[in-house]
């Protein structure tokens, strides 16, 4: 085995104590998730913090205002829900950010000393998690592993029973409030980049109903009405190119789309009587929202701040509750009643993260592509010339940069550097023709958009063209690695985290979901297509690369295995090149405060040394 250079860790990155206790300030402030309620006692809540320093489940009731840690597992927990009735809280438990386990369960009010929790759902499979919706009588779990997608349901707490299986990629995703319904996600006509939707007897797993709108056109199910008997389905569809919304009445046969008047693409959440939705909408990185009236079609839009709307519910009373950022003020849970007012819905104890800086604007107009929306900050007080640039590239590919707080790109600014987001072809929120563009080639597809960005920032004298730096994590890891080979003059450093490096390595190890996104993603398998894999592959390119690169990866990670990454750094070695590895004991990302400091740290003290600064 190789040993490669490791990356050095430094005790600081600023002289100044003021500014060192700022930056790690805003990562170590209390954070929280939207709380999710129990529908049928809406005072018993979850919801995620890293108060402990590492991101763990919370429970809260509202009647007391009492709170308690319920997880704490040493790579945290990121999956959880709370049943109908309250009495007990469901959390995914994996082994070492592995994302592969077991849903367990445990009381609200905490299970005995030294006790552990119990298994959620007797005999179903271990596996990805695949989904989960809870009923007072009958509870669904979702698993998928090499052999497909399974789904469980257990009535009464009684050993699990097979709803579903099938080799394609799927999962749970809505169960009618009567519990007699199931609506499901598949992928059975072989792309679950747009997927396919079923609704099943819970009695039997019979189908009672099926929808597919054909070739490139998903469907997902928000959510069945809240009120018992009605089997009303709310989908978001993309018949018209961008996501909109419809009710499926799955009990008539009927279907109505719901027309709003608004640029960009929506998602909405039921109000608790069924007889309005809360609608979300997304345009040009930003949120706002809506009341739409399904009787009368009337529209209201709600009175929030301009900046991003990370998810939204609504009370039983019609309190409308949602997480809320922009780049400049760190996010928050506020609640919106009836008359208008608003106030901050929960604030964790000590110290609040320091303010950044905002976003600012810019469309790139390219010839035969359109327009590639990217977002940008300066430095406070760095004047008007070129400056050290970060293009941070974002992950998913079906994802976003959003006007949304940042501890990560406040860093890099308050260390001197521009940050600029390209939401290159691949992104949400910009229509269905631009999130599918990257098919059959991706990765250059979106790196020939960063490269136009990139020339608009060096002509307006935004970027030093001698000290441009890529950077990203995920799929951005596996576009920055992408990028270093294949634009060799653009970039003076390079950083990839947990990044897809040898693509036909990382398809033989990776979670099988992500093997079906592959696969609708070149338009087959390496053994169909193996040229187009090869193409967009890192590792094709690794003898192009001059820049020096670090590279973070996570030991447990099952999207982007660390075989394939091992085998990319063998030939970064093989060739004496300038690079750096840093390796921690996790899956895809740290939800550990301290772990994501250090990483940082290492990234920042990496590109300046590269760039001699």
């Known amino acids: 085995m190789t040993n490669h250079p490791l990356a050095?860790?430094?005790?600081?990155?600023?002289?100044?104590?003021?500014?060192?206790?700022?930056?790690?300030?805003?990562?170590?402030?209390?954070?929280?998730?939207l709380p999710r309620w129990a529908h049928d006692a809406p005072d018993r809540n979850l919801y995620l913090s890293n108060l402990s320093g590492v991101w763990e489940v919370y429970a809260w009731d509202r009647a007391t205002d009492t709170r308690r840690q319920v997880t704490d597992r040493p790579n945290g927990t990121s999956y959880a829900t709370i049943s109908p009735d309250g009495e007990h809280l469901w959390w995914f438990a994996d082994s070492d950010g592995d994302e592969f386990g077991n849903w367990v369960r445990e009381p609200f009010a905490g299970r005995p000393a030294a006790g552990a929790p119990e298994g959620a759902v007797p005999g179903s499979d271990a596996g990805y998690p695949a989904g989960i919706e809870l009923g007072r009588s009958v509870s669904v779990v979702g698993v998928s592993n090499d052999d497909g997608t399974t789904i469980f349901l257990s009535r009464d707490n009684a050993p699990a029973t097979v709803l579903y299986r099938d080799e394609h990629d799927g999962g749970v995703a809505a169960l009618s409030r009567d519990e007699t319904l199931l609506a499901i996600a598949h992928s059975e006509h072989?792309?679950?980049r747009h997927s396919a939707?079923?609704?099943?007897?819970?009695?039997?797993?019979?189908?009672?109903?099926?929808?597919?709108?054909?070739?490139?056109?998903?469907?997902?199910?928000?959510?069945?009405?809240?009120?018992?008997?009605?089997?009303?389905?709310?989908?978001l569809h993309e018949r018209r190119g961008r996501e909109e919304l419809l009710i499926w009445d799955?009990?008539?046969?009927?279907?109505?789309?719901?027309?709003?008047?608004?640029?960009?693409?929506?998602?909405?959440?039921?109000?608790?009587?069924?007889?309005?939705?809360?609608?979300?909408?997304?345009?040009?990185?930003?949120?706002?929202?809506?009341?739409?009236?399904?009787?009368?079609?009337?529209?209201?839009?709600l009175p929030t701040a301009p900046g991003t709307i990370g998810s939204v519910s609504v009370?039983?009373?019609?309190?409308?509750?949602?997480?809320?950022?922009?780049?400049?003020?760190?996010?928050?849970?506020?609640?919106?009643?009836?008359d208008g007012t608003e106030r901050v819905l929960l604030s964790p104890p000590g110290h609040t993260a320091p303010p950044s800086v905002p976003l600012q604007d810019v469309f790139v107009q390219r010839e035969g592509?359109?327009?590639?929306?990217?977002?940008?900050?300066?430095?406070?007080?760095?004047?008007?010339?070129p400056l050290p640039t970060v293009f941070a590239l974002h992950g998913g590919p079906h994802s976003a940069d959003e006007d949304r707080f940042s501890a990560y790109r406040a860093v890099w600014l308050d260390a001197g550097f521009a940050v600029v987001h390209v939401n290159y072809r691949g992104s949400t929120g910009y229509g269905s023709a631009w999130r599918d563009a990257i098919e059959g080639r991706p990765g250059l597809t979106e790196l020939a958009d960063v490269a136009a960005v990139h020339a608009w920032?060096?002509?307006?004298?935004?970027?030093?063209?001698?000290?441009?730096?890529?950077?990203?994590?995920?799929?951005?890891?596996?576009?920055?690695?992408l990028a270093l080979g294949t634009q060799p003059g653009l970039w003076a450093a390079g950083i990839a985290g947990v990044p897809v490096a040898d693509y036909l390595?990382?398809?033989?190890?990776?979670?099988?979901?992500?093997?079906?996104?592959?696969?609708?993603?070149?338009?087959?398998?390496?053994?169909?297509?193996?040229?187009?894999?090869?193409?967009?592959?890192?590792?094709?390119?690794?003898?192009?690369?001059?820049?020096?690169?670090?590279?973070?990866?996570?030991?447990?990670?099952?999207?982007?295995?660390?075989?394939?990454?091992?085998?990319?750094?063998?030939?970064?070695?093989?060739?004496?090149?300038?690079?750096?590895?840093?390796?921690?004991?996790?899956?895809?990302?740290?939800?550990v405060v301290a772990e994501t400091i250090k990483q940082i740290a290492i990234e920042v003290q990496f590109t300046r040394t590269a760039l001699g600064l």
């Not at 608790?272 to 529209?299: K, M, Q, W, Y």
């Not at 394939?564 to 004991?585: E, G, P, S």
């Open 505 to 591: 390595a990382a398809y033989a190890d990776e979670m099988e979901p992500l093997r079906a996104f592959d696969r609708a993603l070149f338009g087959g398998s390496p053994d169909e297509v193996p040229d187009r894999y090869t193409e967009c592959s890192p590792i094709t390119y690794v003898d192009q690369v001059r820049a020096p690169v670090l590279v973070v990866a996570g030991e447990n990670d099952p999207r982007c295995p660390i075989r394939q990454i091992d085998n990319y750094l063998d030939r970064l070695a093989a060739r004496d090149a300038d690079y750096q590895v840093y390796r921690y004991d996790a899956g895809h990302g740290s939800l």
């Open 197 to 235: 939707l079923r609704v099943l007897s819970t009695a039997d797993g019979s189908t009672v109903a099926d929808k597919w709108d054909g070739p490139g056109k998903g469907l997902d199910a928000i959510g069945f009405s809240p009120v018992p008997g009605d089997q009303r389905l709310l989908v």
């Open 315 to 338: 009370r039983p009373d019609g309190t409308i509750e949602y997480a809320w950022s922009d780049a400049a003020s760190p996010s928050v849970v506020r609640a919106l009643y009836g």
């Open 8 to 33: 050095e860790v430094p005790d600081t990155l600023f002289a100044d104590a003021d500014a060192e206790a700022r930056w790690r300030a805003r990562f170590t402030a209390a954070r929280v998730s």
């Open 250 to 301: 799955v009990a008539a046969g009927t279907e109505t789309e719901l027309v709003v008047d608004l640029p960009g693409e929506l998602t909405a959440e039921w109000y608790p009587d069924g007889s309005a939705i809360v609608v979300v909408h997304t345009h040009e990185a930003r949120n706002t929202l809506h009341h739409l009236d399904l009787a009368t079609g009337t529209r209201t839009q």
């Open 190 to 192: 072989g792309d679950n």
């Open 369 to 385: 592509v359109g327009q590639v929306h990217a977002l940008y900050a300066r430095p406070p007080h760095a004047g008007d010339g």
């Open 457 to 481: 920032a060096v002509d307006k004298g935004l970027a030093d063209p001698a000290r441009c730096v890529v950077n990203g994590a995920s799929w951005g890891g596996y576009l920055s690695l």
